[in-house]
C-alpha cells in the first residue's frame, strides 16, 4: 500500500452529506458543552456533523454532534449503538454526515432537535452504487 492509499484511509472524509428523516432526536450531554451555543439562539436552523468518537471513556459507540469546530452533544446512548455503525460506513465511503436541526431550550441549556433517517434507511442509500448516490441523499 503506498503513502496515497494510507493517506486516504486516515484522512477526514471530505464529501458532505446531510440527511434527513422522520426520526426526531434531541442531542444529549449538551450541558457540558455551552460554548458550542455561544452563536446560536432558539429557534435557529444550525447543522451539526457527526463524528463517531474513538476514545470516549463513558460511551464506546459515542456519536459526536459537532457545531462548528465545537462538540454541542451526543446522541443518546440506545441511537448512538445503532448509527454509529452506518455512519462510520458512510465516512469510509468518504462522506462528512451532516442533519440540520433547531436550536432549543431544554431544562435549561441549550440543545439541538433533529430529525433523522433511520439507520436502516441511511445504510440502505449507502449500499447503492455510487451513481445512484450522485444526487445525495433522498429529502
Do not use: C
Request: no cysteine; proline share 7%; hydrophobic share 40%.
Amino acid at each position: 500500500m503506498g503513502l496515497f492509499d494510507r493517506m486516504k484511509r486516515t484522512a477526514r472524509p471530505s464529501v458532505p452529506l446531510a440527511v434527513t428523516g422522520t426520526v426526531r432526536r434531541w442531542l444529549v450531554a449538551n450541558e457540558y458543552h455551552p460554548g458550542a451555543y455561544k452563536a446560536t439562539r432558539p429557534g435557529e436552523t444550525v447543522t451539526v456533523e457527526f463524528v463517531a468518537e474513538r476514545d470516549n471513556e463513558y460511551d464506546v459507540n459515542a456519536v459526536a454532534a459537532h457545531l462548528g469546530p465545537q462538540v454541542a452533544g451526543y446522541l443518546g446512548l440506545g441511537p448512538a449503538a445503532k448509527y454509529r455503525p452506518v455512519i462510520q460506513q458512510a465516512n469510509a465511503l468518504g462522506y462528512r454526515v451532516s442533519a440540520s436541526g433547531v436550536v432549543e431550550t431544554v431544562d435549561g441549556s441549550r440543545s439541538v432537535r433533529l430529525s433523522l433517517p433511520t439507520p436502516e434507511a441511511l445504510a440502505a442509500w449507502l449500499a447503492l452504487t455510487d451513481d445512484q448516490r450522485a444526487d445525495g441523499f433522498p429529502a
